[in-house]
């Protein structure tokens, strides 16, 4: 268990895969919704007046756009020669606070 919390390991590298899957989380909001098999024509028409679907693929894209951006980020700070520490905390903070705002 002490090794899973050694800061002298570089884990800011597995950092932008995470947002990437982070990025996926809007499209899950999309799949949960339920399909009612009695009333399929009605389904569809709430679909279009639901502005929640709007929002999730606008949240997908917004979180795929950054991806790069972060990786580039991630990169630099590791190519700059700072301490392991202050690369990748800063990282994984980052990425818990797209969580938090991708799950409200």
Same mark, same amino acid.
């Given at each position: 268990?002490?090794? /899973?919390?050694?800061?002298?390991? $570089? !884990?800011?590298?597995?950092?932008?895969?995470?947002?990437?899957v #982070?990025?996926?989380?809007?499209? %899950?909001? #999309?799949? &949960?919704?339920? !399909?009612?098999?009695?009333?399929p024509?009605?389904? +569809?028409?709430? %679909? =279009?007046?639901?502005?929640t /679907?709007?929002?999730?693929?606008?949240?997908? &894209? $917004?979180?795929? =756009?950054?991806? @790069? /951006?972060?990786? &580039?980020? +991630?990169?630099?700070?590791? /190519? &700059?020669?700072?301490? +392991?520490?202050? #690369?990748?905390?800063?990282?994984? @903070? #980052?990425?818990?606070?797209? %969580?938090?705002?991708?799950?409200?």
């Amino acid at each position: 268990m002490a090794s /899973l919390f050694d800061t002298t390991r $570089n !884990f800011s590298f597995y950092a932008p895969p995470v947002a990437w899957v #982070i990025a996926f989380i809007p499209t %899950l909001a #999309i799949i &949960s919704k339920t !399909f009612d098999n009695r009333s399929p024509r009605t389904y +569809v028409k709430s %679909l =279009e007046a639901d502005q929640t /679907l709007d929002k999730a693929a606008r949240a997908q &894209s $917004n979180g795929f =756009e950054n991806v @790069g /951006l972060f990786a &580039s980020a +991630v990169g630099a700070g590791n /190519l &700059s020669g700072r301490s +392991v520490r202050c #690369i990748w905390r800063p990282a994984w @903070g #980052i990425m818990c606070f797209m %969580l938090r705002i991708r799950v409200r």
